[in-house]
């Protein structure tokens, strides 16, 4: 049986991470490591929960001798690192958050790994064999290669400019993952991935803030002009080239994954009026009264779009699930799941919007 860490599985894109090996990989165990951070919540994966192939650790990367000791006990095979502090307006308020989980954290994962599965080998270049079969694979982002121009997509080769504290951290992070299959010969792949969307996504990115935000005839503030533009992917097509990736994927290699899907924020959100108002029997324009520009997030990334071609090519992945039916489907899991929205809602979510950049 192959034994394998997912970090962050009661995250967003996690949770459907692990739901997924967990029912298609019946011969692996899957290990959850999470902290349950603001962002973590178990009811993502309760439907998991009582598979024998589950088994669920609370702990925290950045405690170095925690994740020495359980590397040291389990004897992973292999590594699936999404745990991070992922968003972009958190990190330009408490920068060193995002230093100590996606660096020090990643680096806490690398050097357990690195020593676990080479014990007692030589440790330098040259020394990829002693790490047969294992792989670690760090979850990226396409934030990492800066912002684009009105036109051109961000390719494999595109050179890293991180503009934000979150992108800058997941860079270094990348860097260090590289770093160690250069050096140590750690056996690895990086997916780059454009902006997810879809259920268990946490209401303070723009998709399901201004959900919860019509639903509750709360303000929508889009950021400067509104003409920013996302390459948007349902989740669970991130999820099946996740599995794409962790299965075919050639090592030290590096993947983008988009979606083909690029809006600017202001057509997006008008979209997302439309269809609150359609399915919650408001009159046609009510939910769009609710728009409210306001001051731009420092540092504002343009655009990102993201050129799959490579994953397409090699791995014969491309996005299953249209705009118009995530987008649908996504609306109506946060319609169904009021009980989820009221609990991650509560508590301290209520103060972190009054101080935004107005
Ligand atoms: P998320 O914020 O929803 O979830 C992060 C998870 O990590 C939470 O469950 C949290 O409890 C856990 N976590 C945070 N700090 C931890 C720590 N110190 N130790 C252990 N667990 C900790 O994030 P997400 O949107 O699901 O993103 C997952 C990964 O994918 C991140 O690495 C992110 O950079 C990357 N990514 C996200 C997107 C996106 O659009 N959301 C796109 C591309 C890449
Ligand atoms: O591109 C991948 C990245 O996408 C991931 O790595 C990040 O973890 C994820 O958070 C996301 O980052 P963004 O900054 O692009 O996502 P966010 O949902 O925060 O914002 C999307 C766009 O909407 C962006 O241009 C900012 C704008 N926005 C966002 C919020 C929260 C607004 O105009 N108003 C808002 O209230």
Redesign the pocket.
């Given at each position: 049986m192959k034994k394998i860490l997912v970090t962050g599985g009661a995250g967003f894109i996690g949770s459907h991470v692990v739901r997924r090996f967990v029912n298609n990989y019946p011969d692996y165990q899957i290990y959850n490591l999470d902290a349950l951070t603001y962002a973590g919540n178990l009811e993502n994966i309760a439907d998991v929960e009582k598979q024998s192939n589950y088994t669920f650790i609370k702990g925290d990367i950045t405690d170095a001798d925690f994740i020495d000791d359980l590397f040291q006990k389990e004897r992973f095979d292999a590594v699936i690192h999404l745990a991070a502090e992922?968003?972009?307006?958190r990190s330009i308020t408490d920068p060193l958050a995002f230093v100590k989980t996606n660096v020090i954290g990643t680096m806490n994962l690398l050097n357990a790994a690195k020593t676990i599965w080479n014990a007692g080998k030589a440790q330098l270049n040259g020394a990829k064999d002693n790490f047969e079969n294992k792989r670690f694979y760090h979850v990226s982002?396409?934030?990492v290669y800066g912002s684009l121009g009105a036109t051109g997509l961000f390719t494999e080769t595109t050179s890293y400019d991180p503009n934000s504290p979150?992108s800058a951290s997941?860079a270094s992070s990348d860097h260090f993952v590289r770093a160690y299959g250069e050096t140590y010969g750690l056996p690895f792949v990086i997916t780059n991935?454009?902006?997810?969307y879809g259920p268990n996504h946490f209401p303070?990115?723009?998709?399901p803030?201004f959900i919860n935000n019509i639903i509750n005839h709360k303000p929508l503030?889009?950021?400067?002009d509104?003409k920013?533009t996302?390459d948007w992917l349902y989740v669970i097509d991130h999820a099946i080239a996740i599995d794409l990736v962790f299965h075919k994927g050639k090592n030290h290699q590096t993947y983008n994954i988009g979606g083909f899907n690029e809006w600017q924020?202001i057509d997006l959100v008008k979209l997302l009026c439309e269809k609150m108002d359609e399915k919650l029997g408001r009159k046609q324009g009510e939910s769009e009264q609710l728009i409210s520009y306001v001051k731009d997030?420092p540092g504002?990334?343009l655009r990102?779009a993201i050129d799959s071609s490579k994953i397409n090519k090699e791995l014969g992945w491309k996005p299953t699930v249209t705009f118009e039916e995530g987008l649908s489907k996504t609306i109506d899991w946060y319609l169904s799941n009021e009980e989820w929205l009221k609990n991650v809602t509560s508590g301290e979510y209520q103060n972190y919007y009054s101080n935004?950049y107005e």
């Open positions: 992922s968003h972009v307006d982002t396409d934030e979150y997941k991935c454009s902006n997810n303070e990115k723009l998709i803030l503030p889009v950021y400067g509104g920013y996302r924020n997030r504002h990334d990102y935004q």
